[in-house]
């Protein structure tokens, strides 16, 4: 079953750094897309970062200059770097990808979600 699994959240305090992690669980053959998302309680899930094939990349403006989207092709995972982290960060993030895999289908998947708290 062709699976994303994100990890590195946690708790941090205010002005803090987390990395999140998104693998696919098999072997990529292209990224097409892959976003970062978010969903505070109460709130919409929210686009965070996005990047594609090439090395387009786009933010929300709250993180423009705090956060990084980044891809190792060769790990198959996408990263999203969190730097100066606030407590309006908080929210369960998920990561969205669209990809061929080895078999050269493409697929759409969602991560599970990983928990992000900024607080003192």
């Known amino acids: 079953q062709v699976q994303l699994v994100e990890s590195g959240g946690g708790l941090v305090q205010p002005g803090g750094s987390l990395r999140l992690s998104c693998a696919a669980s098999?072997?990529?053959?292209?990224?097409?897309?892959v976003g970062w998302y978010r969903q505070a309680p109460g709130k919409e899930r929210e686009l965070v970062a996005r990047?594609?094939?090439?090395?387009?990349?786009n933010y929300a403006d709250s993180v423009k200059g705090r956060f990084t989207i980044s891809r190792d092709d060769a790990k198959n995972t996408v990263y999203l770097q969190m730097n100066s982290l606030k407590p309006e960060d908080t929210a369960v993030y998920y990561c969205n990808a669209n990809f061929i895999a080895a078999d050269l289908r493409e697929y759409d998947r969602w991560g599970q979600g990983t928990q992000v708290t900024v607080a003192s």
């Open positions: 990047i594609t094939s090439g090395v387009s990349t």
């Open positions: 098999l072997t990529i053959f292209r990224f097409n897309a």
